[in-house]
């Protein structure tokens, strides 16, 4: 059974930083692709950012392209988010999650296992 469990959210002033992690279990963390997406107070979930299998393909949503960073370890079966520059926008509950295929996907459709959330309040 996959297990998702983030981990890093928190309460930051404007301008800060935060690091994400994620740390799967379950199946061979290497084979498939890795992704983030957020979900504000009132809003659908939308994709942040994503991952291939191995890594060498990288893709981001427009919203935090060049302030966001996606990256993993697949000997620790864990990915990252480095959140920098963090806008009051950026506030919402942070989400990892898996698919079934290597290459990097935006869609949340295309994900069938999903992490619990963990909480980023950028506020002063």
């Known amino acids: 059974q996959v297990q998702l469990v983030e981990s890093g959210g928190g309460l930051v002033q404007p301008g800060g930083s935060l690091r994400l992690s994620c740390a799967a279990s379950?199946?061979?963390?290497?084979?498939?692709?890795m992704g983030w997406f957020r979900q504000a107070p009132g809003k659908e979930r939308e994709f942040a950012a994503t991952?291939?299998?191995?890594?060498?393909?990288?893709g981001y949503a427009d919203s935090v392209k060049g302030r966001f960073t996606i990256s993993r370890d697949n000997a620790k079966n864990t990915v990252y988010l480095q959140m920098n520059s963090l806008k009051p926008e950026d506030t919402a509950v942070y989400y990892c999650?898996?698919?079934?295929?290597?290459?990097?996907?935006?869609?949340?459709?295309?994900?069938?296992?999903w992490g619990q959330g963990t909480q980023v309040t950028v506020s002063s």
């Open positions: 991952i291939s299998a191995s890594g060498g393909s990288i």
């Open positions: 999650a898996q698919g079934n295929i290597a290459t990097i996907l935006r869609s949340p459709s295309g994900y069938p296992y």
């Open positions: 379950g199946r061979t963390f290497s084979t498939y692709v």
